[in-house]
Protein backbone atom coordinates (compact mmCIF):
# COMPACT_ATOMS: atom_id res chain seq x y z
CA UNK A 1 0.00 0.00 0.00
CA UNK A 2 1.08 3.78 0.05
CA UNK A 3 3.36 4.77 2.20
CA UNK A 4 3.40 8.31 4.25
CA UNK A 5 6.40 9.09 6.13
CA UNK A 6 6.83 12.13 8.81
CA UNK A 7 10.02 13.60 9.81
CA UNK A 8 11.24 14.12 12.97
CA UNK A 9 9.31 11.38 14.69
CA UNK A 10 10.06 12.95 18.15
CA UNK A 11 11.09 16.49 18.73
CA UNK A 12 12.23 18.68 22.06
CA UNK A 13 12.37 22.18 21.49
CA UNK A 14 12.39 25.22 24.07
CA UNK A 15 9.58 27.41 24.28
CA UNK A 16 9.62 30.04 22.12
CA UNK A 17 11.67 28.61 19.15
CA UNK A 18 10.38 27.09 15.91
CA UNK A 19 9.79 23.26 14.49
CA UNK A 20 9.73 22.07 10.95
CA UNK A 21 7.59 18.77 10.47
CA UNK A 22 8.16 17.00 7.26
CA UNK A 23 5.25 15.04 5.46
CA UNK A 24 6.45 12.75 2.67
CA UNK A 25 4.67 10.91 -0.33
CA UNK A 26 6.96 8.01 -0.71
CA UNK A 27 5.71 6.45 -3.83
CA UNK A 28 2.73 8.15 -4.86
CA UNK A 29 1.67 11.85 -5.68
CA UNK A 30 -0.23 13.17 -2.99
CA UNK A 31 -2.97 16.03 -4.50
CA UNK A 32 -4.13 16.54 -1.03
CA UNK A 33 -2.65 16.10 2.69
CA UNK A 34 -3.94 16.98 5.95
CA UNK A 35 -2.99 18.00 9.06
CA UNK A 36 -4.14 16.48 12.38
CA UNK A 37 -3.39 17.01 16.22
CA UNK A 38 -4.36 14.63 18.78
CA UNK A 39 -3.93 15.29 22.68
CA UNK A 40 -3.74 12.10 24.97
CA UNK A 41 -6.30 9.76 25.08
CA UNK A 42 -8.71 12.18 22.65
CA UNK A 43 -9.64 11.78 19.08
CA UNK A 44 -8.06 13.38 16.13
CA UNK A 45 -8.40 16.99 15.50
CA UNK A 46 -8.16 18.41 11.87
CA UNK A 47 -5.73 21.74 11.36
CA UNK A 48 -5.81 21.98 8.09
CA UNK A 49 -5.95 20.98 4.36
CA UNK A 50 -3.12 21.36 2.14
CA UNK A 51 -3.26 21.25 -1.34
CA UNK A 52 -0.29 21.24 -4.23
CA UNK A 53 0.64 25.07 -4.40
CA UNK A 54 -2.54 26.97 -2.99
CA UNK A 55 -2.79 28.52 0.68
CA UNK A 56 -3.56 25.74 3.20
CA UNK A 57 -7.44 26.13 4.63
CA UNK A 58 -7.09 26.00 8.56
CA UNK A 59 -9.59 25.12 10.78
CA UNK A 60 -12.08 27.62 13.11
CA UNK A 61 -9.51 28.20 16.00
CA UNK A 62 -6.85 27.19 14.92
CA UNK A 63 -3.95 29.95 14.20
CA UNK A 64 -2.30 30.60 10.93
CA UNK A 65 0.37 32.18 11.90
CA UNK A 66 1.20 30.30 14.22
CA UNK A 67 0.86 26.94 12.09
CA UNK A 68 3.03 27.58 8.83
CA UNK A 69 1.89 24.84 6.02
CA UNK A 70 3.86 24.49 2.86
CA UNK A 71 2.54 21.95 0.64
CA UNK A 72 5.45 22.88 -2.18
CA UNK A 73 5.58 20.07 -3.98
CA UNK A 74 2.87 16.98 -4.86
CA UNK A 75 5.19 14.53 -2.41
CA UNK A 76 6.52 17.11 0.62
CA UNK A 77 3.77 19.30 2.95
CA UNK A 78 5.37 20.87 5.73
CA UNK A 79 3.82 21.88 9.17
CA UNK A 80 6.44 24.48 10.94
CA UNK A 81 4.81 25.45 14.46
CA UNK A 82 6.52 29.20 15.55
CA UNK A 83 7.54 30.81 18.80
CA UNK A 84 6.14 27.31 20.06
CA UNK A 85 5.07 27.15 23.88
CA UNK A 86 4.12 23.96 26.31
CA UNK A 87 0.32 24.17 25.40
CA UNK A 88 1.61 23.16 21.80
CA UNK A 89 3.12 19.64 23.01
CA UNK A 90 0.83 16.90 21.34
CA UNK A 91 0.64 14.39 18.92
CA UNK A 92 1.04 15.74 15.12
CA UNK A 93 -0.28 13.38 12.37
CA UNK A 94 -0.34 13.97 8.51
CA UNK A 95 -2.39 12.22 5.88
CA UNK A 96 -2.32 12.55 2.02
CA UNK A 97 -4.76 11.27 -0.72
CA UNK A 98 -3.52 10.76 -4.20
CA UNK A 99 -6.59 12.04 -6.16
CA UNK A 100 -7.27 8.49 -7.45
CA UNK A 101 -9.37 5.27 -7.14
CA UNK A 102 -9.69 4.12 -4.48
CA UNK A 103 -10.10 7.05 -2.55
CA UNK A 104 -8.13 6.14 0.50
CA UNK A 105 -6.46 8.02 3.01
CA UNK A 106 -2.99 7.18 4.13
CA UNK A 107 -1.38 8.39 7.54
CA UNK A 108 1.64 9.20 8.72
CA UNK A 109 3.77 7.68 11.62
CA UNK A 110 2.68 10.67 13.29
CA UNK A 111 5.58 13.39 15.07
CA UNK A 112 5.66 13.58 19.14
CA UNK A 113 6.44 17.72 19.80
CA UNK A 114 7.02 18.48 23.24
CA UNK A 115 8.05 22.11 24.51
CA UNK A 116 9.78 22.94 27.77
CA UNK B 1 -21.09 18.64 10.18
CA UNK B 2 -21.05 15.10 10.23
CA UNK B 3 -21.00 13.24 13.85
CA UNK B 4 -19.35 9.62 13.84
CA UNK B 5 -20.62 8.03 17.13
CA UNK B 6 -18.03 4.72 18.30
CA UNK B 7 -19.18 1.79 20.51
CA UNK B 8 -18.48 1.03 23.36
CA UNK B 9 -15.90 3.26 24.20
CA UNK B 10 -13.73 0.84 26.22
CA UNK B 11 -13.29 -3.14 25.88
CA UNK B 12 -11.60 -5.37 27.85
CA UNK B 13 -11.22 -8.74 26.56
CA UNK B 14 -9.50 -12.13 27.60
CA UNK B 15 -6.93 -13.39 24.76
CA UNK B 16 -9.15 -15.49 22.36
CA UNK B 17 -12.10 -14.17 22.59
CA UNK B 18 -14.25 -12.13 19.53
CA UNK B 19 -15.42 -8.99 20.05
CA UNK B 20 -17.62 -6.19 17.79
CA UNK B 21 -16.88 -2.35 17.53
CA UNK B 22 -19.85 -0.55 16.24
CA UNK B 23 -19.57 3.22 14.46
CA UNK B 24 -22.56 4.93 13.48
CA UNK B 25 -22.45 8.00 11.27
CA UNK B 26 -25.16 10.78 10.76
CA UNK B 27 -25.29 11.41 6.73
CA UNK B 28 -24.23 9.31 4.07
CA UNK B 29 -20.54 8.96 2.98
CA UNK B 30 -18.45 7.63 0.04
CA UNK B 31 -15.62 7.09 2.70
CA UNK B 32 -15.14 5.12 5.40
CA UNK B 33 -11.67 4.08 6.59
CA UNK B 34 -11.08 2.00 9.71
CA UNK B 35 -7.02 2.54 11.85
CA UNK B 36 -5.78 0.87 14.55
CA UNK B 37 -3.33 2.84 16.37
CA UNK B 38 -0.77 1.52 17.86
CA UNK B 39 1.03 1.99 21.44
CA UNK B 40 3.59 4.06 19.56
CA UNK B 41 0.60 6.26 17.97
CA UNK B 42 1.12 5.01 14.56
CA UNK B 43 -2.35 4.63 12.62
CA UNK B 44 -2.20 1.45 10.63
CA UNK B 45 -5.45 1.23 7.78
CA UNK B 46 -6.95 -2.05 8.17
CA UNK B 47 -10.01 -1.48 5.79
CA UNK B 48 -11.59 1.44 3.51
CA UNK B 49 -14.63 0.11 3.39
CA UNK B 50 -17.23 2.57 2.26
CA UNK B 51 -20.15 -0.28 1.44
CA UNK B 52 -19.95 -3.92 1.54
CA UNK B 53 -17.72 -6.36 3.87
CA UNK B 54 -14.27 -7.22 3.79
CA UNK B 55 -11.52 -9.71 5.38
CA UNK B 56 -8.19 -9.55 6.07
CA UNK B 57 -7.38 -12.51 8.31
CA UNK B 58 -8.68 -12.60 11.99
CA UNK B 59 -10.59 -9.27 11.22
CA UNK B 60 -13.50 -8.41 8.56
CA UNK B 61 -15.62 -5.22 8.49
CA UNK B 62 -19.14 -4.26 6.96
CA UNK B 63 -20.45 -1.47 5.89
CA UNK B 64 -24.11 -0.80 5.57
CA UNK B 65 -24.31 2.45 4.04
CA UNK B 66 -28.07 2.83 3.83
CA UNK B 67 -28.32 2.06 7.61
CA UNK B 68 -25.42 4.51 8.11
CA UNK B 69 -23.59 1.59 10.46
CA UNK B 70 -19.98 -0.11 9.77
CA UNK B 71 -19.05 -3.19 12.55
CA UNK B 72 -15.44 -4.16 13.00
CA UNK B 73 -15.66 -8.05 13.64
CA UNK B 74 -11.75 -8.95 15.62
CA UNK B 75 -12.45 -12.86 16.00
CA UNK B 76 -9.63 -15.02 18.16
CA UNK B 77 -7.92 -11.77 19.42
CA UNK B 78 -4.57 -11.33 20.50
CA UNK B 79 -2.80 -9.11 22.91
CA UNK B 80 -1.04 -7.30 19.61
CA UNK B 81 -5.07 -5.74 19.25
CA UNK B 82 -4.75 -4.06 22.38
CA UNK B 83 -4.79 -0.28 21.16
CA UNK B 84 -7.45 1.91 19.86
CA UNK B 85 -10.04 1.30 16.78
CA UNK B 86 -10.88 4.75 15.36
CA UNK B 87 -13.84 4.90 12.50
CA UNK B 88 -13.37 8.00 10.44
CA UNK B 89 -16.06 8.96 7.28
CA UNK B 90 -15.72 11.71 4.67
CA UNK B 91 -18.82 12.84 2.65
CA UNK B 92 -17.03 13.37 -0.80
CA UNK B 93 -14.02 11.12 -2.19
CA UNK B 94 -10.66 11.52 -0.70
CA UNK B 95 -10.64 14.98 -1.03
CA UNK B 96 -11.69 16.57 2.15
CA UNK B 97 -10.60 15.72 5.65
CA UNK B 98 -11.91 12.42 7.95
CA UNK B 99 -13.85 12.78 10.66
CA UNK B 100 -12.63 10.93 13.36
CA UNK B 101 -14.45 9.23 16.05
CA UNK B 102 -13.80 8.98 19.51
CA UNK B 103 -12.35 5.30 19.20
CA UNK B 104 -12.84 2.54 20.89
CA UNK B 105 -10.00 1.45 23.37
CA UNK B 106 -9.55 -2.21 23.32
CA UNK B 107 -7.21 -4.16 25.65
CA UNK B 108 -6.97 -7.78 25.38
CA UNK B 109 -5.59 -9.27 28.24
CA UNK B 110 -3.47 -12.98 28.64
Known amino acids: GAVVSQHPSRVICKSGTSVKIECRSL??????MFWYRQFPKQSLMLMAT?????????EQGVEKDKFLINHASLTLSTLTVTSAHPEDSSFYIC????????????FGPGTRLTVT | GIQVEQSPPDLILQEGANSTLRCNFS?????LQWFHQNPWGQLINLFY???GTKQNGRLSATTVATERYSLLYISSSQTTDSGVYFC????????????FGKGTRLSVIA
Open chain 1, 95 to 106: SAFAGTVPYEQY
Open chain 1, 27 to 32: DFQATT
Open chain 1, 50 to 58: SNEGSKATY
Open chain 2, 27 to 31: DSVNN
Open chain 2, 49 to 51: IPS
Open chain 2, 88 to 99: AVERNSGNTPLV
